[in-house]
C-alpha cells in the first residue's frame, strides 16, 4: 500500500491558524477583562482617560493598539510566504488542469 505524504504546506498553513486563534483568544480575554472588570462599577464611580470611561479605553483603544501590534510581530516571524500552485515536488507535466492542489 503505497503511503500518502502530507504537502508540507499544510503544517505551516496548520500552525499559523493555531497562533492566530490563540491572538484572537488573548485579544478577546484582554477585552472581557478591562471591559466587565473595569466596567462593571456604578457609573458615578467611573474614571476617565482622554474623555473615554477608563474600561472603553483599555480595553477598545489600547486592546486595539497593542493587538495590532502583536498582529504585526506575529506576521512577521512566524508566519512564511508560500506558493499556492501545486505540489513543490510535483513537476509541472505531471499536473492535471482544474484539478487543483
Known amino acids: 500500500m503505497a503511503q500518502v505524504r502530507e504537502d508540507p504546506r ?3 498553513a496548520r500552525k499559523e491558524a ?5 491572538l484572537a ?8 477583562a478591562f471591559a466587565y472588570g473595569l466596567g ?3 457609573v458615578e464611580e467611573y474614571t476617565y482617560v482622554w474623555g473615554l470611561p477608563s474600561w472603553f479605553f ?3 483603544v ?15 516571524t512566524c508566519f512564511k510566504d508560500i506558493p499556492l500552485e ?3 515536488e510535483e513537476a509541472p507535466s505531471q499536473r492535471v488542469p482544474g484539478k487543483g492542489v
Do not use: E, K
Not at 25 to 32: E, L, P, R, T, V
Open 62 to 76: 489600547v486592546g486595539f493598539l497593542v493587538f495590532s501590534f502583536a498582529a504585526w510581530i506575529m506576521v512577521a
Open 18 to 22: 493555531l497562533y492566530t486563534i490563540a
Open 58 to 60: 483599555w480595553s477598545c
Open 40 to 42: 462593571s462599577r456604578p
Open 25 to 32: 483568544a488573548a485579544n478577546f480575554i484582554w477585552w472581557y
Open 10 to 12: 499544510y503544517g505551516q
Open 86 to 88: 501545486g505540489h513543490p
